[in-house]
């Protein structure tokens, strides 16, 4: 049943690149970045904020599909229910999340965000850009994921402060061990398993959900899902930003631009 699942996602992908030109992650053993020192994290809100995002332009974010329906994005934010209102800015989206994304296998987990209107690059929003060709990380290197999530299993909160911690790649094949995610889900080769290095905790959960995996300060992916948060054989799965799914985001947004509004 996967096999055809896949075939099906497989040709899915296929009409759209011909026919255009857990909810949730939190920090887990991290720190308070300093101040505006990741100024292309952005945080989403429908009601009240719910996951991270990447600003990858004046007027696009990126972020994972499951976060649903964005209302909002807010950047230029160190603390949520900070005072650094000169720092902010608040845009409007427009949602439009990969047309192959599987809710059930997690795959292409990806959603870009239009904003209404252009952001004013500042000392505290600048946007993070996309490299031609992302090299898969290697099994063991390590990585940097930030986010506002929550800070532990118990709490019921996201955090108020922007944190970041290291993960450690781990080799898939080992992520899809029994001890591991045991094939449920199937980590496929769009997907980067990275957690603890096997004696320090270290993860995103609940409310990170969108944040980037930066690998050598380079955006390598995007925050997905995990089983819990914290435990040292159910790592973070990310969603690997591969030549193709760069393509889907190049096109959809050239498509999006030219596009009578």
């Not at 934010?77 to 650094?84: D, P, R, S, Y």
């Amino acid at each position: 049943m996967f096999k055809l699942r896949v075939v099906f996602i497989f040709i899915c992908c296929m009409v759209l690149f011909t026919a255009l030109p857990s909810h949730g992650s939190e920090i887990i053993n991290g720190q308070e970045v300093a101040p505006h020192s990741l100024p292309f994290m952005a945080l989403l809100s429908k009601e009240e904020p719910i996951c991270g995002g990447i600003l990858i332009s004046q007027k696009w974010v990126l972020t994972a599909a499951h976060c649903g329906e964005i209302k909002k994005v807010i950047l230029g934010v160190h603390f949520i229910n900070g005072t650094e209102k000169d720092s902010r800015q608040v845009r409007k989206v427009k949602n439009l999340p990969h047309p192959c994304y599987d809710l059930q296998d997690k795959l292409n987990d990806l959603m870009l965000l239009k904003l209404n209107k252009p952001v004013k690059k500042t000392k505290t929003v600048q946007w993070l850009g996309l490299g031609n060709i992302i090299k898969y990380p290697a099994a063991g290197s390590t990585c940097l994921v930030a986010g506002w999530g929550k800070t532990n299993n118990a709490v019921q909160k996201m955090s108020n402060v922007l944190k970041a911690v290291n993960v450690t790649v781990i080799d898939r094949k080992k992520c899809n061990s029994e001890d591991y995610y045991n094939l449920d889900p199937y980590i496929t080769r769009s997907m980067v398993c990275a957690g603890s290095d096997g004696i320090n905790i270290a993860d995103t959960c609940q409310g990170d959900s969108g944040g980037p995996l930066l690998c050598n300060g380079k955006l390598v992916g995007v925050t997905s899902f995990g089983k819990n948060c914290g435990r040292i054989k159910k790592p973070g799965v990310y969603s690997f930003l591969s030549q193709k799914q760069l393509d889907w985001i190049q096109k959809t947004m050239k498509k999006s631009d030219i596009e009578v509004v």
